[in-house]
């Protein structure tokens, strides 16, 4: 992160700079500054809300029972997590959300879903293979029907704008299912260097 | 079947409400107490991703007033005449990990310039349609919860998002040209 943080900041003044825009860009560090508190507060009520009628659910043992049903998918996908984790329940509903296109509803569940993960992840900085996977699925954006695009298509005159909804849903499915493969790929990579890591230093220590 | 597709993101909401209140009260929990107490997260959730939302927000405003994405495009055009992309989607393909709002902004600029009979068009709805914001959603995600090192999470996030450029590229080769 601190470098994609450093990348961002020193090569937009750099081309900016040479593109003649040095102003836009210094001017972009106020606007920048002010639209994320901005969307961070649009999120207060929303998550409020979110969060209370998850907590419902939760007490009625409507995420245990959801949570149960998708054991065999998600013990395969999540390994790593012990086999009962709130998460998955959290998840479940995340996707749901996603799915059925209620965003709104999807990020407090999302986040809701990494502090239970966070809660078995052993280095609290570090991200684990399980919250990697989890945020890869979700950059994926996988939903049923895209409602905004279909608003701006009609807002034109499209005179047919659901002929857009199969193949949106057939590339999301496609970058969904790669995204899967993508994180455990990275999973795999990333225990096998550690591994060898441990085994470096077994054999420095003898 | 579209109509069907319609009328469930109708009605998903209300069943969902109607069916975790329901059950609630059937399993006797104190449902009005149990919300407020989860919706008290709700601000201190929203405040914790601040300082990571900031970061994020504040460098990739930069990185679009710069003028990167417009060079990046010019340097690019030339490829994409190859495979039969309209080059007004390029901005699109570039900005859509980065920005959610600006994605949809190019999106509108393209629809209502070249009109709904245009290939373009139909390419970039779907290109709009089937992803999300892969940077906003590492922000929010990660920095809820105080996560820096993200290991190989954005590299799966961009490589997901390039896949799903190339497959709506082929789809819409397939079905729209």
Redesign the interface.
């Known amino acids: 992160?601190n470098y994609?943080?450093y990348f961002?900041?020193v090569?937009?003044?750099i081309?900016?700079a040479v593109?003649g825009?040095l102003q836009?860009?210094v001017?972009?560090?106020m606007?920048?500054?002010e639209?994320?508190?901005k969307?961070?507060?649009s999120?207060?009520?929303?998550?409020?809300?979110w969060?209370?009628?998850?907590?419902?659910?939760e007490?009625?043992?409507?995420l245990a029972w959801i949570s149960k049903v998708l054991k065999p998918i998600t013990r395969v996908l999540f390994n790593e997590l012990p086999e009962d984790s709130p998460a998955i329940g959290d998840i479940a509903m995340n996707f749901s959300a996603n799915a059925?296109?209620?965003s709104n509803?999807a990020?407090?569940f999302?986040?809701k879903a990494?502090?239970e993960?966070?809660e078995v992840n052993k280095?609290?900085?570090?991200?684990s293979n399980a919250?990697?996977l989890?945020?890869?699925m979700?950059?994926?954006?996988f939903?049923?029907?895209?409602?905004?695009?279909l608003a701006?298509?009609v807002?034109?005159?499209?005179?047919n704008p659901?002929e857009?909804?199969a193949?949106?849903?057939?590339?999301?499915l496609?970058?969904?299912i790669?995204?899967i493969l993508?994180?455990k790929l990275?999973q795999l990579?990333?225990n096998k260097t550690s591994i060898c890591k441990i085994k470096n230093k077994e054999v420095e220590n003898d | 079947m579209?109509k069907l597709?319609?009328l469930?993101?109708l009605w998903?909401?209300p069943v969902?409400?109607i069916?975790?209140?329901t059950?609630?009260i059937?399993?006797k929990?104190p449902?009005y107490e149990?919300?407020?107490?989860?919706?008290?997260?709700?601000?201190k959730?929203?405040?914790n991703?601040?300082p990571y939302?900031?970061?994020?927000?504040?460098?990739?405003?930069?990185?679009?007033?710069?003028?990167?994405i417009?060079?990046i495009a010019s340097v690019l055009v030339p490829l994409l005449s190859k495979f039969n992309i309209p080059a007004d989607t390029l901005p699109l393909m570039i900005v859509r990990?980065l920005s959610g709002s600006a994605a949809?902004g190019v999106?509108?600029d393209v629809?209502?310039n070249l009109?709904?009979d245009s290939y373009a068009?139909?390419l970039a709805?779907?290109?709009?349609?089937?992803?999300?914001?892969?940077f906003y959603?590492?922000a929010?995600?990660?920095g809820?919860?105080?996560?820096?090192?993200?290991?190989?999470?954005?590299?799966?996030?961009l490589?997901?998002?390039l896949?799903?450029i190339i497959?709506?590229v082929l789809?819409?080769n397939w079905?729209f040209a």
Do not use: H
């Open positions: 992160m994609i943080f961002l900041i090569f937009s003044i081309i900016g593109n825009k836009d860009v001017n972009s560090v606007s920048g500054a639209l994320s508190v969307v961070a507060f999120l207060i009520g929303i998550m409020a809300f969060l209370g009628i998850m907590r419902i659910a007490k009625s043992g409507l059925f296109g209620l509803a990020t407090p999302g986040i990494m502090e993960l966070q280095d609290k900085t570090t991200a919250m990697c989890f945020l890869g979700n950059t994926a954006g939903q049923l029907i895209p409602t905004t695009v701006v298509l807002g034109i005159g499209y005179k659901t857009i909804i193949p949106t849903l057939l590339v999301t496609i970058a969904f790669s995204a993508l994180a990275g990579i990333s | 579209t597709l319609n469930i993101s998903a909401l969902l409400l069916g975790v209140l059950l609630g059937c399993k929990v449902i149990e919300f407020t107490k989860g919706a008290k997260d709700g601000f959730v929203a405040v991703i601040i939302l900031v970061a994020i927000v504040v460098g990739i405003s930069m990185f679009r007033a710069s003028g990167a417009e060079n990990s949809l999106f509108s629809a209502n009109g709904p068009t139909k709805a779907v290109m709009v349609g089937s992803s999300e914001t892969t959603v590492l929010v995600y990660f809820a919860v105080g996560i820096s090192k993200i290991r190989y999470a954005l590299i799966v996030g490589l997901a998002d896949i799903g497959s709506a789809v819409c079905l």
